[in-house]
């Protein structure tokens, strides 16, 4: 290779950089998830906008509660479009739930796709991503 060409490809490189902009692909996530709306009356807590979330994540929202029930030591139910929880949870709780939630049974360990579905075989859980291929074991009942 000679000077030019070397000094030319740099010149294409910073051309291309400048167009591309300084985001990176991790920063952009097409999966918007909304606020938990949690209130409490008595020792119950209501997660008021619950079923938003299946249908955000494509995921029954059965798997989801039992997910939920579990981690937080509760019992809960589904009436209409929200949830009841037998006891005070704390409101922060279920926004760190559903995320550990998504990055486990959601996201797509290899390429960070949430267009991913679940697959059973015999009685080991897989999640299929859409995007890549990839079929990677879950642990777990819950996706």
Excluded: H
Aim: contains cysteine; proline residues 4%.
């Amino acid at each position: 290779m000679n000077v030019q060409t070397k000094s030319s490809y740099a010149v294409l490189l910073d051309r291309i950089y400048a167009k591309l902009g300084s985001t990176s692909r991790k920063d952009i996530s097409r999966l918007e998830l909304p606020t938990p709306q949690i209130i409490w009356v008595g020792q119950r807590t209501i997660f008021r906008n619950f079923m938003e979330f299946p249908k955000a994540l494509r995921r029954e929202p059965e798997k989801l509660l039992l997910y939920l029930n579990k981690e937080l030591a509760s019992a809960g139910y589904i009436s209409g479009d929200r949830v009841i929880f037998l006891g005070r949870k704390e409101r922060s709780s279920f926004g760190a739930l559903i995320d550990r939630y998504v990055k486990n049974y959601v996201v797509c360990p290899v390429c960070s796709s949430p267009d991913t579905r679940t697959e059973k075989n015999k009685k080991l859980g897989f999640l299929l991503c859409e995007a890549c291929g990839a079929k990677s074991s879950i642990k777990g009942n819950y996706a």
